[in-house]
Every structure is written in structure tokens, then in C-alpha cells.
């Protein structure tokens, strides 16, 4: 079992920053994939930002340039850097990990994650 705890999320103007967490522990290993994924009201969940356990990283195009994931293996911790944020990243923002592939390449396809963090809502205004 994996436990994902995010953490970060709040209220920004448009055009502000973020940092969201997402700490893993049970039986988690560095060799997971992780991703980042969001879900609007009344809009179904998309993919964010991947990396995954050989540490490639992929984007959703309308995060490229602005969003960037990175991980602390010594932590066992996700990071989610947002800049310049818009009002259509308004969104409950969850982490999720694939543990059933190990030092695979970056994933968004939210069907081969199979543990989600309870996530933290990112609102920002205009």
C-alpha cells in the first residue's frame, strides 16, 4: 500500500506561484512513476505532469513552459513548481503513483496509476 499526502495548494492572483507536494510513504519505491493530475468542476480529470522512474518528464501542453515536476528521492516527495498561473488552472490537484511499472518512462494516462493522493485545491483569480 502507498499513501500520497498533498499539500500546497491555496488562492493566487493571476499570474502568481505555487509549489505543490505530494509526500509517498508505505510501500513506496523511487522507482514509481508519479504524476500530477487536475479536475475542474463538472470537467473530467486530465493529466498535468509526469515523471517518471527513469526520471524523463512529460507535460500537458497547456502547462509547458509554466509548470515543472520534479521529486526528492531522499524525501520520497513530488513537487509541482506552478508560475504564472491562469484562471483556468482553477482545479483540485492530485498526485497519483504506477507501481506496477518500474524505472518506465513518463506517463499521463491516468488508467495505469493505481494510487491517488486525496489531492489540494489551486484556485486562482483574475
Known amino acids: 500500500q502507498v499513501h500520497l499526502l498533498e499539500s500546497g495548494g491555496g488562492s493566487v492572483q493571476s499570474g502568481g506561484s505555487l509549489r505543490l507536494s505530494c509526500a509517498a510513504s508505505?510501500?513506496?519505491?523511487?522507482?514509481?512513476?508519479m504524476a500530477w493530475f487536475r479536475q475542474a468542476p463538472g470537467k473530467e480529470r486530465e493529466g498535468v505532469a509526469a515523471?517518471?522512474?527513469?526520471?524523463?518528464?512529460m507535460y500537458a501542453d497547456f502547462v509547458k513552459g509554466r509548470f515543472t515536476i520534479s521529486r526528492d528521492n531522499v524525501k520520497n516527495t513530488l513537487y509541482l513548481q506552478m508560475n504564472n498561473l491562469k484562471p483556468e488552472d482553477t482545479a483540485m490537484y492530485h498526485c497519483?503513483?504506477?507501481?506496477?511499472?518500474?524505472?518506465?518512462?513518463?506517463?499521463?494516462?491516468?488508467?495505469?496509476?493505481?494510487?491517488w493522493g486525496q489531492g489540494t485545491q489551486v484556485t486562482v483569480s483574475s
Open positions: 515523471i517518471g522512474g527513469d526520471g524523463n518528464t
Open positions: 508505505g510501500y513506496y519505491r523511487t522507482s514509481y512513476g
Open positions: 497519483a503513483a504506477d507501481s506496477t511499472r518500474f524505472n518506465a518512462g513518463p506517463s499521463l494516462w491516468d488508467a495505469e496509476f493505481n494510487y
